[in-house]
């Protein structure tokens, strides 16, 4: 496959890094290499398949590390993931066409980055809390009103969760990315943490 001197092949060992590339489950290669292959004897560009942002930063022996986008419309958010060397496929690229590299990759890997769920975490310390206990100042009464306010403030997220470990809390959020396939939707807005953390503050 990829025969056609426009195409640039790239071994496994000579995946670029550091620079925009995209997978691509490895059932579309050959569609994909016919439409380019149209192209290049003058027809029109006709998108093929799906396609998900990344980026290579390490190829060893086991596998690319990599960053991948999974929104790059409304937000741009990097999540660091692993593909093992058995899922690699070919990368395939044609820079006298502009068009940029794609790994191909085994396709049941590419759909799992997608579902499998990913989570946010925050930590919040409050500060001057043994100073509080020294002066006596934290009284029984106002960590229970401090924790029936957190209680009822966590209530009113119930994707997010709520954990106290002394005069920490750390909060945690699963979420999804889904794809065209699936019914598992893109649920990811770490926003929310912004506004319950000015809350987190005031009470």
């Given at each position: 496959?990829?025969?056609?001197?426009a195409f640039?092949?790239?071994a496994y060992?000579e995946?670029?890094l550091?620079?925009d590339?995209y997978l691509?489950d490895?059932k579309w290669?050959?569609?994909y290499?016919?439409?380019?292959v149209?192209v290049?004897?003058g027809?029109?560009?006709?998108p093929v398949g799906?396609i998900?942002?990344?980026?290579?930063?390490?190829?060893?022996?086991g596998g690319?590390?990599?960053s991948?986008?999974?929104?790059?419309?409304d937000?741009f958010?990097e999540?660091?993931?692993?593909?093992?060397r058995?899922?690699?496929?070919?990368c395939?690229?044609?820079w006298?066409?502009?068009?940029?590299?794609?790994?191909?990759?085994?396709?049941?890997?590419?759909?799992q980055l997608?579902l499998?769920?990913?989570?946010?975490?925050?930590?919040?310390?409050a500060?001057?809390?043994?100073d509080?206990?020294?002066?006596n100042?934290l009284?029984?009464?106002?960590?229970?009103?401090?924790?029936?306010?957190?209680?009822?403030?966590?209530g009113?997220?119930?994707?997010?969760?709520f954990?106290?470990?002394?005069?920490?809390?750390?909060?945690?959020?699963?979420w999804?990315?889904g794809?065209?396939?699936?019914?598992?939707k893109?649920?990811?807005s770490?926003?929310v943490f912004f506004g319950?953390?000015f809350?987190?503050?005031s009470?």
């Amino acid at each position: 496959m990829f025969e056609h001197e426009a195409f640039d092949k790239y071994a496994y060992g000579e995946i670029p890094l550091n620079r925009d590339i995209y997978l691509m489950d490895e059932k579309w290669m050959a569609e994909y290499e016919a439409s380019l292959v149209e192209v290049f004897n003058g027809a029109n560009y006709e998108p093929v398949g799906y396609i998900s942002y990344a980026c290579a930063r390490r190829v060893l022996s086991g596998g690319i590390e990599f960053s991948w986008y999974p929104n790059v419309f409304d937000r741009f958010h990097e999540l660091s993931a692993w593909l093992p060397r058995d899922a690699f496929v070919a990368c395939i690229g044609s820079w006298r066409w502009d068009e940029k590299p794609r790994i191909f990759v085994n396709g049941d890997w590419l759909n799992q980055l997608h579902l499998r769920s990913y989570t946010v975490f925050a930590l919040i310390d409050a500060i001057g809390v043994k100073d509080a206990i020294a002066n006596n100042v934290l009284t029984r009464d106002r960590l229970v009103r401090l924790r029936n306010r957190i209680d009822e403030l966590a209530g009113r997220y119930p994707s997010i969760s709520f954990i106290s470990f002394a005069d920490s809390l750390l909060l945690k959020s699963n979420w999804t990315v889904g794809h065209y396939g699936s019914d598992v939707k893109y649920t990811y807005s770490p926003e929310v943490f912004f506004g319950i953390f000015f809350e987190l503050r005031s009470i």
